[in-house]
């Protein structure tokens, strides 16, 4: 059994992760813990809170106790609004409380878009013009070409968790662009891990969401590849290693 650990913020699209987990079909089994908010708003200084250092270690303990073998702070804005530089001290700072390795869902974009081979990619944001801007930043800093950043201005993420099928597939259509390789959606509170092979069909390419690749980033982390399908085009990549 490979058990992962994720510190998720608040309650918007936690149920993903066990949809994930059945999807991965395999002896793996992810544990969350929930981190504190405070005000739940897409601003920048409230963002920045939430992903400091007090609030995320008071979850470190519990995924410790619970076996955890790798940490993810399963909050892409959480992350990248502290710039690159800043999202490493951020993860090194977690990885050396929790005493494993650690990383965060920024970082995982980064490294699931090298994964699948998409040098260009297109961003479909949940969240205002300034917090997606900045997350195209991150991405072209970890050497991701991006073609272009759509915005859909939501101010929280409780409004996001109430997002369905038909807006997820707007939001990624409304972004996509014939040059881009991939289209990434970077936030944790959408639902979308039941929609990723129809959103992958929809578009014609792989589509990277942030619980999905939250969850990839922790398997690599404990060197897991596990063939998965349902979860999209970065679950079927080689070397795979199903048990």
């Not at 969850?215 to 060197?223: C, K, N």
Request: net charge negative; hydrophobic share 45%; proline share 4%.
């Amino acid at each position: 059994m490979t058990a992962l650990g994720f510190l998720y913020p608040g309650h918007s699209a936690e149920d993903d992760y066990p949809r994930i987990e059945q999807l991965l079909g395999s002896d793996v089994r992810l544990d969350l813990v929930h981190t504190d908010v405070g005000e739940d708003a897409h601003r920048v200084d409230v963002l920045r809170q939430m992903g400091a250092p007090e609030r995320l270690m008071k979850g470190v303990e519990q995924l410790r106790l619970a076996g955890a073998e790798a940490i993810v702070w399963a909050c892409t804005s959480g992350g990248f609004v502290h710039g690159w530089a800043g999202a490493q001290e951020q993860v090194r700072s977690l990885a050396t409380t929790a005493g494993m390795a650690a990383s965060s869902t920024s970082f995982a974009f980064v490294h699931a878009a090298q994964e699948i081979g998409a040098g260009r990619v297109a961003v479909a944001a949940t969240y205002p013009d300034d917090v997606a801007g900045l997350f195209g930043e991150f991405l072209r800093a970890g050497g991701v070409e991006v073609t272009g950043v759509h915005s859909a201005g939501t101010g929280t993420a409780v409004e996001v968790g109430l997002w369905g099928e038909a807006e997820v597939f707007a939001l990624a259509r409304a972004a996509d662009a014939p040059d881009a390789e991939a289209v990434l959606l970077p936030d944790t509170a959408l639902h979308t891990a039941a929609y990723l092979p129809a959103l992958e069909k929809e578009l014609g390419k792989p589509v990277l969401t942030a619980n999905q690749v939250t969850v990839w980033e922790a398997l690599r982390l404990t060197d897991r590849r596990v063939n998965a399908p349902g979860l999209g085009a970065l679950f079927t990549r080689e070397p795979i290693v199903q048990v």
